[in-house]
């Protein structure tokens, strides 16, 4: 037991040796923090330039979903949606059809397409005979 006692006593020694190192290393980062805080200014002004190109960049990606938007309105307007123009292309297909041919019939973008084959196969309206080859269930 006096063996541990002895050890724990110069662990403690040694704690309170590193505690002092520590907190005099903080000191004199803290006094030279100041100095590169001043540098760090300029980065930050070229990083909101930065931001500002991307910002110009972001109103054409707008304009082109816009363009999207407005050719998915007409598919409304006309009456189908994204599941019933995709089920009925499908449903026309005797041997099946792959996502290539749905995506030129349908217009759709992938992300679309591959929602609306999702909520359709859940649904049990189609069913996957091979990997990307559907047909009606």
Do not use: F, H
Request: charge should be positive; charged fraction near 30%.
């Amino acid at each position: 037991m006096t063996k541990v006692k002895m050890q724990l006593k110069s662990i403690a020694k040694n704690l309170a040796a590193l505690s002092k190192k520590v907190e005099s290393l903080s000191g004199q980062l803290a006094k030279t923090a100041p100095a590169k805080k001043a540098k760090a200014a300029p980065k930050k002004a070229k990083t909101v330039k930065k931001a500002k190109t991307v910002k110009k960049a972001a109103p054409a990606k707008k304009a082109k979903a816009a363009k999207k938007t407005t050719a998915k309105k007409v598919k409304v307007d006309k009456g189908a949606t994204v599941l019933t123009a995709v089920s009925g292309v499908i449903n026309k297909s005797k041997k099946g059809i792959s996502i290539a041919q749905l995506k030129e019939k349908t217009k759709l973008n992938p992300r679309q397409l591959s929602n609306a084959l999702y909520k359709l196969t859940k649904k049990g309206a189609i069913k996957s005979v091979s990997r990307g080859v559907y047909i009606k269930a």
